[in-house]
C-alpha cells in the first residue's frame, strides 16, 4: 500500500513554468512506476507522463512532449512534474499515480494507486 500526495500547483500565466511534487509514503516507493495524469472539467482523466522504477525511462503524449518532464528521487520517495511554455489547455486537476509493475503503463485503469490530486489553471 502506498499514499501519494500531490502539492505544487497554482495559477500561472501562458507560457510560465510550474513544478508539481507527489510524495509516497511507504518503503516500496522504488518498486513502483509512476505516472501523471490530469483531468479539466467535463473531460475525461488523461494521460501526461510516466517514469520506470528507476528513472531511467520515461514516456509523454505528444500534447506535452517536449514541454513536461517527469524525474523522481527514489531517496526521497518523490515524483515530479515540471511543466514549461504551460497553455490554457493544460489546466487541469492533476494526479499522481503508481503501479507495482516494471512497466510503463497509460491508462488509468493499469495504476493501483491513485493521489488527490492538485489544481493548476493557466491565465492571463
Known amino acids: 500500500q502506498v499514499q501519494l500526495v500531490e502539492s505544487g500547483g497554482g495559477l500561472v500565466q501562458p507560457g510560465g513554468s510550474l513544478r508539481l511534487s507527489c510524495a509516497a509514503s511507504?518503503?516500496?516507493?522504488?518498486?513502483?512506476?509512476m505516472g501523471w495524469f490530469r483531468q479539466a472539467p467535463g473531460k475525461e482523466r488523461e494521460f501526461v507522463a510516466a517514469?520506470?522504477?528507476?528513472?531511467?525511462?520515461?514516456y509523454y503524449p505528444d500534447s506535452v512532449k517536449g514541454r513536461f518532464t517527469i524525474s523522481r528521487d527514489n531517496a526521497k520517495n518523490t515524483v515530479y512534474l515540471q511543466m514549461n511554455y504551460l497553455k490554457h489547455e493544460d489546466t487541469a486537476v492533476y494526479l499522481c499515480?503508481?503501479?507495482?509493475?516494471?512497466?510503463?503503463?497509460?491508462?488509468?485503469?493499469?495504476?493501483?494507486?491513485w493521489g488527490q490530486g492538485t489544481q493548476v489553471t493557466v491565465s492571463s
Open positions: 499515480s503508481g503501479r507495482s509493475s516494471q512497466w510503463i503503463a497509460t491508462m488509468t485503469h493499469q495504476y493501483d494507486y
Open positions: 511507504g518503503r516500496t516507493f522504488r518498486s513502483y512506476t
Open positions: 517514469i520506470s522504477r528507476s528513472g531511467g525511462n520515461t
